[in-house]
C-alpha cells in the first residue's frame, strides 16, 4: 500500500516480507535523498519511520477506506544515516478504537545498530 502512494514511490520504497504483527519497508538510498555530503537527509529518515508506521496500522485494519492521521511523532537520531539502502521495522504498541500508537527503527547494515528509531501516534478516522 505504501509503496503505491504518490509519496512512497517518488522516495522508491519498496515493502518488505516482516514477521507477523510488524510491516518492513527498504528506502534505496540515491543522491536526490542527500541531506550534508555523504549522508542521507534527516526527513527521509523521517519518512521511512513515518510510513512504516503508516503501513502497518492499514494492513492491521484491513479497511483501506479508513482514513489515518498522524497526530503526533517523536523520533531519535541515533547516528547518521549513511548513503546506502535503509529499512524501517513497525511494531504496534497499542491499537485503540480512535488512536494507534506504533514503535518503529530504521537500520542500514546492521539491524542492531539502528541510525534512529520513533513512536507515532495514529488517529483513526
Known amino acids: 500500500m505504501i509503496d503505491a502512494t504518490p509519496y512512497g514511490r517518488m522516495l522508491g520504497m519498496k515493502v518488505m516480507v516482516a514477521a507477523p504483527g510488524t510491516a518492513a519497508l527498504m528506502l534505496p538510498a540515491g543522491p536526490a535523498l542527500e541531506g550534508r555530503p555523504d549522508f542521507l537527509y534527516g526527513g527521509v529518515i523521517a519518512s521511512l519511520l513515518e510510513m512504516a508506521c503508516l503501513a502497518l ?51 542500514q547494515d546492521d539491524r542492531e545498530k539502528p541510525i534512529a528509531s520513533g513512536r507515532v501516534h495514529l488517529l483513526l478516522g
Open 57 to 107: 496500522v492499514a494492513q492491521e485494519l484491513g479497511d483501506v477506506r479508513r482514513r489515518i492521521k498522524p497526530i503526533n511523532m517523536s523520533l531519535d537520531f541515533l547516528r547518521g544515516g549513511l548513503m546506502a539502502d535503509s529499512y524501517a521495522e513497525a511494531r504496534i504498541i497499542r491499537m485503540g478504537k480512535h488512536i494507534a500508537n506504533v514503535d518503529a527503527v530504521c537500520w
